[in-house]
């Protein structure tokens, strides 16, 4: 049958722990990226290779997030006016995804995005480094960008202070941890089962998805990809 892989009352492992493997990548490259840019000079090669990774992790949640199953789906976190409605009438508004929660995500989620993308054409002047989209565009282009680039660092930066904060929040005052499901995911017994199609479907989106993010690092780290744009658009 399923060989133990899809239980009667579990979600299988796949569906699950690509969320959590992504959820670590990302804070480590944001990390990463923070540092090298503080350190400066040479560092700043190792800015631009977190910065390729932060923007192949948002590629990959992106269509994870469209085709995986409905856990990791944006659609299951939509912040209608009744799930909204539904979370503050619900007496128990620690047992939930907080609506305020959701959005800061998402917000995260764009912030990454954005500061990745104007990342790709910077350039640092005072040592002559360049990203590997620069080529692309005008000087003058890659000047403003690089300026939006710097100031969407301080957003995200605040919004990560801000994500932290919350975190500690609900943990000392609402009692609720929520450090050990993000390291480990939601017990899977809240979940319900999936049938075996649907699984198939998962491994086909997590492949797919892993695969497009994959080519992306690859062809921005190597060039190819500025170069193949570069013959379409010059």
């Known amino acids: 049958m ?29 990390i990463g990226s923070y540092a090298t840019a503080e ?9 631009i290779h ?3 990774l932060i923007f192949s992790l948002i590629i990959f949640r992106l269509i994870w997030g469209m085709s995986g199953p409905a856990i990791s789906r944006f659609s299951s976190a939509l912040l209608t006016l009744e799930r909204i409605q539904l979370y503050y ?19 995260l989620l764009c912030l990454c995005l954005a500061q990745s993308i104007t990342g790709l054409f910077a350039i640092d002047d005072e ?3 360049t990203a590997p989209f620069y080529i692309l565009v005008s000087s003058a282009t890659s000047e403003k960008l690089t300026a939006l680039h710097i100031t969407l660092s301080n957003g ?4 990560i202070v801000l ?36 699984h198939n479907n998962c491994i086909l989106s997590l492949t797919t998805a892993s695969v497009v993010a994959l ?18 658009f010059n």
């Open 127 to 129: 040592i002559d480094i």
């Open 89 to 107: 009438k619900s007496g128990n508004p620690g047992a939930k995804r907080s609506p305020h929660g959701t959005a800061a995500s998402i917000l």
């Open 215 to 232: 080519t992306l690092f690859y062809g921005i780290e190597s060039g190819v990809l500025a170069h193949i744009l570069q013959q379409i």
């Open 156 to 159: 995200l930066l605040w919004m």
């Open 163 to 198: 994500h932290l904060s919350a975190i500690s929040f609900y943990f000392f005052i609402l009692h609720k941890n929520l450090i050990t499901p993000m390291m480990i995911g939601q017990p899977e017994s809240a979940f319900n089962s999936r049938s075996e199609k649907k």
């Open 2 to 30: 399923n060989s133990g892989i899809i239980s009667n009352n579990h979600y299988p492992m796949i569906h699950t722990l690509p969320l959590r493997i992504f959820h670590w990548l990302l804070v480590v490259s944001i």
């Open 50 to 52: 977190f910065g390729i």
């Open 39 to 47: 350190l400066g000079d040479e560092w700043l090669y190792w800015h």
